[in-house]
């Protein structure tokens, strides 16, 4: 234990054996990186943990009794690693970055430190310190060297960002989530590096929207994926759509069960959310959620705990979630269908994936996408005449392919001419056939999806925006507020979803004479009108809105 008054120093070595053990075993008076970092009297070790290759671990009792000889109440342990080569810059970074996160508590009794070891140690430096900095560690460095002096610390945090820029360390790009697709959409692309700059860092709840088959599935495994390499995630992923989950088979199927909760109950079910523990719950459709299920979900958010079905004791999980839905959220809260509260909570970070109809510089690597993936399912090659090859990309990009299913649409329409392709060749006469196909298929689906985008805006009480000249819907409510100074003009380049719910916020503003009456209309009459007015206070303040400017 440290003496009263004095933080626990904590230290991590990278034991390099050809040092500490091969030629110095019991040698207590040569230089021995890791040992003498244990001779310092002033800077003494409490716990030392000794990361060592596998095929090294027989050797570490001896170092172990050196470092009792010199510093008895330092508390040893070691730890086995992977032997990785040393340039393998992904891999290090990966292995480290799991046992930093495992290990490592911000705590203000404590402190902690990295030793590495000569030789590998000057790329090994460049790992760490990337993880330190993108992680926010409370690592610092600890060098001794052969004249009995030492280092303690790390460089600032500007001298290293100038450092990463130079080789591109630390920068995020988004090809993390991208990895098997290239994408050439610049807004596309732009969320993605917002996206993965977030999940790096942050385990807040990610809400992705936007029409079906946009990719929220896909890109909630991308993430999950990221997470798992970069941060050492050790949970599953959990996918579960909402709109399958009804009524009590809900709350069992999300919450679980104990045994005897209800008829035909015979034995305790553990449910989804304890499933996702320390990994990703991802809830596609979260907007067809019942009511009850929303108010479980809040509390197991708030409190990382809730209550399975016919349970007396609450139980633990923490995970990450993350929610995709394809309806206006805003629009199900006005409705009464989705809670306020848990709309807040999962909507601080709120992507929305743009359809594949305004992504047509993408269509040609997503149809190559498309290509490799039927042809390791049918277990043959597939492929396209250059000439009908050239017809399906121009119409696949033209204005008459309407794209309402996006990606799901798209992968069929490749799957049917390429399971249905003479010879394994796609020719014209089969993209002729497909195109004809799915212009019958819009023809019939394009006034049911036009009905459903009016109904949520009427509940909303704002118009349907008319398409501009680029063919992106306006908001003119929000334009005509910013144009004199009664929101930040910054609201106008926010996402559509975020607009369409700002819209619909303000103009019950705009009709309230109070901001404990708005409150109350926005959040519901369940709190008193205080607490409400409150919430929708500090709403309007994340948006940089103030009240008294808003009303004029």
């Known amino acids: 234990m440290p003496e009263s008054g004095r933080k626990k120093n904590i230290c991590f070595s990278v034991v390099a054996a050809g040092y500490e053990a091969v030629y110095g075993t019991g040698n207590v008076h040569i230089w021995r990186p890791t040992l003498d970092i244990c001779r310092i009297r002033e800077f003494p070790i409490d716990e030392l943990y000794l990361l060592v290759p596998g095929h090294w671990e027989y050797l570490m009792p001896d170092l172990q009794r050196d470092i009792a000889a010199v510093s008895p109440r330092t508390k040893i342990e070691v730890m086995c690693i992977e032997d990785m080569e040393i340039i393998d810059f992904a891999s290090q970074y990966s292995y480290f970055s799991k046992i930093f996160k495992k290990h490592i508590v911000h705590a ?20 760490i310190l990337s993880i330190i900095y993108t992680f926010n560690l409370p690592l610092e460095f600890f060098f001794v060297f052969p004249d009995g002096k030492y280092f303690v610390g790390n460089p600032d945090h500007d001298s290293w960002q100038a450092l990463a820029r130079s080789f591109d360390v630390g920068q995020v790009s988004g090809g993390a989530l991208n990895r098997d697709i290239e994408v050439r959409n610049e807004r596309f692309k732009n969320l993605l590096e917002r996206v993965e700059q977030v999940a790096r860092v942050s ?4 809400l992705f929207s936007g029409e079906s088959g946009t990719g929220k599935s896909q890109l909630a495994r991308s993430i999950y994926q990221l997470k798992k390499e970069a941060a050492g995630l050790e949970g599953p992923l959990v ?28 034995q305790s079910r553990r449910g989804l959310l304890l499933q996702a523990h320390r990994g990703v719950l991802f809830l596609d459709e979260i907007g067809e959620m019942d009511l009850d299920s929303q108010a479980l979900l809040v509390t197991a958010l708030e409190e990382k705990t809730f209550l399975p079905v016919g349970a007396d004791v609450p139980v633990y999980s923490d995970f990450q979630l993350i929610c995709g839905t ?7 809260v006005a ?4 809670r306020p509260d848990l709309f807040m909570r999962i909507n601080l970070w709120n992507f929305e994936l743009p359809p594949l109809r305004e992504r047509t510089e993408d269509i040609e690597a997503n149809l190559d996408f498309e290509l490799k993936r039927l042809q390791h399912e049918l277990k043959r090659k597939v492929a396209f005449q250059a000439e009908a090859r050239a017809d399906f990309l121009d119409f696949a990009a033209s204005t008459q392919a309407l794209w309402l299913g996006n990606f799901r649409d ?3 329409a490749v799957t049917r001419m390429g399971t249905l392709a003479h010879k394994c060749v796609i020719d014209k006469n089969a993209v002729q056939a ?32 008319s398409p501009d000249s680029t063919g992106h819907s306006g908001f003119a409510m929000l334009e005509s507020l910013a144009a004199s100074g009664r929101i930040p003009a910054e609201i106008l ?6 607009k369409v719910q700002l819209e619909g916020v303000l103009q019950i503003c705009l009709q309230s004479p109070s901001l404990l009456e708005a409150g109350t209309r926005v959040y519901g009459a369940d709190k008193s009108p205080a607490r409400q007015g409150n919430r929708l206070s500090k709403y309007l303040t994340g948006h940089g809105i103030n009240w008294r400017r808003l009303k004029g």
Not at 441 to 459: D, G, I, K, V
């Open 203 to 206: 385990s807040a709840p990610l």
């Open 493 to 498: 380049e926010q996402n559509c979803f975020t």
């Open 326 to 332: 394809n309806r206006p959220l805003a629009a199900e």
């Open 410 to 412: 798209f992968s069929s």
């Open 434 to 465: 497909e195109k004809e196909y799915l212009l019958r298929m819009w023809a019939e689906a394009a006034p049911l999806a036009q009905e459903e985008r009016t109904a949520c805006s009427a509940l909303l009480d704002v118009p349907p925006a």
């Open 335 to 338: 409705r009464g269908n989705f």
């Open 239 to 266: 996918e579960v759509s909402c709109a399958a989950l009804r009524g009590d088979s809900a709350l069992s199927a999300l919450f679980g069960h104990v045994k005897g909760a209800y008829t035909n109950a015979v």
């Open 108 to 127: 203000p009794d404590r402190k902690y430190y990295i030793n590495l070891p000569p030789g590998r140690g000057h790329f090994l430096y460049f790992c």
